[in-house]
């Protein structure tokens, strides 16, 4: 489902003294099927924007189409159920918002919210905690008695199981550890390519937007100011930096390692290497290392940090 942005504008307090516009004339469209990050530094307009994205506030100007449905100022409440099935929300920390006795109670609340039985809600449930990987032998236990992790899981199988055709994710490894944050995402990428998905990332890790977006928004004083691939986007190093953003690691390491050289290590921006793996092919490549060599050198550079 494809989500456009027509002059689109927001103001906190509009009639008031503290009256305070975060968005302003946003154009922008998230494609069907696309898996679009939206960056910005703190205060960028991110949040307020993601907001609009299933009508959790309406602009004060402009229009946001989501779907065949057309959101403005004073759009009435009874349109707007329909549209958050179609657009499900995963805020940071979802896991505080469980509340049931059991996890399969909690999963099922969302679809029988929307009109589901109780079998079809219980089915969906169990679809969805399959898809990010709780176990059945969990189904029953309260929530509250899994770990961290699982507790996330769970409120993210409670969105899933309404069947939304667009998922919204809102920093969604905030708190976690770098394995975790790692896991997080691989589901989130399985479940892009496993349902249709239409996903919207909303994150500050560039090597997220790096190694799982098509297409980029980048957000900065309440207005889209670039949009388009990663590599487009990561393009111009200084003008991340105006913006008070970064290039991901990988790609940071090769542009230092560009400019040690004294030669072009790829011919385009296109060819910039934005993740790891991309990264290990182009040193491949341009120094001729075999790859046969990799494991022995990787098992070195083990035992010199571990003789340290």
Same mark, same amino acid.
């Given at each position: 489902m494809e989500i456009v942005f027509k002059n689109v504008g927001y103001t906190y307090g509009l009639g008031t003294p503290f009256a305070f516009q975060a968005l302003r004339d946003i154009n922008v469209t998230i494609p069907h099927?696309?898996?679009?990050?939206?960056?910005?530094h703190t205060g960028s307009g991110k949040s307020t924007i993601t907001q609009h994205l299933n009508a959790l506030m309406q602009p004060t100007?402009?229009?946001?189409?989501?779907?065949?449905?057309? #959101?403005?100022?004073?759009?009435?409440?009874?349109?707007?159920?329909?549209?958050?099935?179609?657009?499900?929300?995963?805020?940071?920390?979802?896991?505080?918002?469980?509340?049931?006795?059991?996890? #399969?109670?909690?999963?099922?609340?969302g679809?029988?919210?929307?009109?589901?039985?109780?079998?079809?809600? =219980?089915q969906k449930a169990e679809e969805a905690l399959e898809d990010v990987g709780i176990d059945p032998e969990l189904f029953e236990r309260s929530p509250f008695e899994l770990s961290g992790g699982q507790m996330r899981r769970v409120a993210?199988?409670?969105? #899933?199981?309404?069947?939304?055709?667009?998922?919204?994710?809102?920093?969604?490894?905030?708190?976690?550890?770098?394995?975790? =944050?790692?896991?997080?995402?691989?589901?989130?990428?399985?479940l892009y390519k496993k349902q249709g998905l239409t996903i919207v990332l909303v994150t500050h890790q560039m090597e997220d937007v790096a190694t799982y977006?098509?297409?980029?928004?980048?957000?900065?004083?309440?207005?889209?100011?670039?949009?388009?691939?990663?590599?487009?986007?990561?393009?111009?190093?200084? @003008?991340?930096?105006?913006?008070?953003?970064?290039?991901?690691?990988?790609?940071?390491?090769?542009? =230092?390692?560009?400019?040690?050289?004294?030669?072009?290590? @790829?011919d385009s921006?296109?060819?910039?290497p934005l993740t790891v793996d991309a990264l290990a092919d182009l040193l491949m490549a341009k120094f001729d290392l075999p790859m046969a060599d990799a494991p022995s050198n990787l098992e070195k550079g083990d035992q010199a940090i571990d003789e340290r």
């Open positions: 099927g696309s898996y679009t990050a939206i960056i910005g100007e402009g229009q946001v189409l989501i779907g065949d449905k057309v #959101i403005s100022a004073g759009t009435k409440a009874k349109d707007l159920k329909a549209i958050r099935q179609k657009v499900g929300m995963v805020f940071q920390f979802p896991e505080g918002q469980l509340f049931e006795e059991s996890v #399969i109670k909690d999963v099922m609340f679809p029988m919210n929307f009109g589901d039985s109780e079998e079809v809600a =219980r993210i199988a409670g969105v #899933i199981a309404m069947k939304p055709e667009v998922l919204v994710l809102d920093e969604p490894t905030a708190g976690l550890d770098p394995k975790g =944050r790692i896991e997080m995402m691989t589901m989130f990428d399985e977006a098509n297409h980029v928004i980048v957000m900065d004083g309440g207005t889209s100011v670039k949009k388009g691939t990663p590599a487009e986007v990561f393009a111009d190093a200084s @003008w991340l930096q105006e913006h008070q953003l970064s290039l991901p690691d990988a790609a940071d390491f090769a542009t =230092r390692l560009q400019a040690q050289a004294g030669k072009f290590l @790829w921006a296109d060819d910039m």
